[in-house]
């Protein structure tokens, strides 16, 4: 996961246009992440993200690479840092589905 300096997280960015949003990249995701009511409205707009970001660059084979791996970067530093810690907390709480010492003796 990149991560972004205090000083480039509160960077204002710049005026797109139409739209104002220069406003720092985390009062953005503030903003993005308030504006969100379910996983559609998520995908919506890491969609017309894409879109924008595509219209700016161009369409070329490094832009759909760039998105991609930011998309499966984000994905798994959300797992590595929400969801799996999460899942120790409940595997603490309620045991373990799977007996991986019984999967370890099994013959092949």
């Not at 204002?12 to 009511?37: E, Q, T, W, Y």
């Not at 879109?51 to 832009?63: F, S, V």
């Amino acid at each position: 996961m990149p991560y972004i300096d205090d000083e480039r997280r509160n960077e204002n960015l710049p005026n797109s246009g139409n739209i104002d949003i220069s406003h720092s990249r985390k009062d953005l995701g503030i903003a993005v992440g308030n504006a969100m009511d379910n996983g559609g409205d998520f995908q919506y707009i890491i969609a017309v993200a894409i879109q924008t970001y595509l219209e700016k660059k161009g369409l070329r084979y490094k832009y759909c690479e760039e998105i991609m791996g930011a998309l499966t970067g984000a994905q798994m530093e959300f797992y590595r840092c929400v969801v799996a810690p999460y899942e120790q907390e409940k595997i603490a709480e309620n045991g373990a589905v799977y007996n991986t010492r019984l999967l370890k003796k099994a013959k092949y």
